[in-house]
T-cell receptor
């Protein structure tokens, strides 16, 4: 599976957009970009995934660059409950390979 | 609640004892996965099932570990002769995999194992 690089931590003000970057320069042509998050002491939660086009759902938006070597997860209006570890994963949905992720702290 | 459930939520055992965990996936999901997560690390893949068939096992899954999904519904993960290094959160996930599609995994709350 392709390796991803994420910043170890980020802060965001409550109510503002949180933009979480991910580099995946070795992604192969048909691998997807997945985002999951894990709130303390809970199981990971699926957020969104995409292949080439930008995607949006009720939780977030996913922007994938044209060369597919990086992506950004956008939480449009972050709340305190969005404080979590966010994992960017590339693959086919099977056998997820989690890195260290980004700790997002949303502050009031 | 129709999500993935895991039992027990917490298990404390003495070194050398056997333990068994149960996972009930979302009812129509055909794939079931087991992961292990130690403190401060991301989850690590252990094994997965397509219906009742175990299709892949990580080398992390030593011969003391065995997983089953006998009727393609719930799954059990057994650890024999537990060691202190087995202390971790054991996570189960499930997904509905259709031919040619992409799919997401839905995780349960995990079973936290402490080996004393």
């Amino acid at each position: 599976d392709a390796k991803t690089t994420q910043p170890p931590s980020m802060d965001c003000a409550e109510g503002r957009a949180a933009n979480l970057p991910c580099n995946h320069s070795t992604i192969s042509g048909n691998e997807y970009v997945y985002w999951y998050r894990q709130i303390h002491s809970q199981g990971p939660q699926y957020i969104i995934h995409g292949l080439k086009n930008n995607e949006t759902n009720e939780m977030a938006s996913l922007i994938i660059t044209e060369d597919r070597k990086s992506s950004t997860l956008i939480l449009p209006h972050a709340t305190l409950r969005d404080t979590a570890v966010y994992y960017c994963i590339v693959g086919y949905g099977n056998k997820l390979v989690f890195g260290a992720g980004t700790i997002l702290r949303v502050k009031s | 609640d129709t999500g993935v459930s895991q039992n027990p939520r917490h298990k404390i055992t003495k070194r050398g004892q056997n333990v068994t965990f149960r996972c009930d996936p979302i009812s129509e999901h055909n794939r079931l996965y087991w992961y292990r997560q130690t403190l401060g690390q991301g989850p690590e893949f252990l094994t997965y099932f397509q219906n009742e068939a175990q299709l892949e096992k990580s080398r992390l899954l030593s011969d003391r570990f065995s997983a089953e999904r006998p009727k393609g519904s719930f799954s059990t993960l057994e650890i024999q002769r537990t060691e202190q290094g087995d202390s971790a959160m054991y996570l189960c996930a499930s997904s509905l995999v259709l031919t040619g599609g992409s799919y997401e995994q839905y995780f349960g709350p995990g079973t936290r194992l402490t080996v004393t």
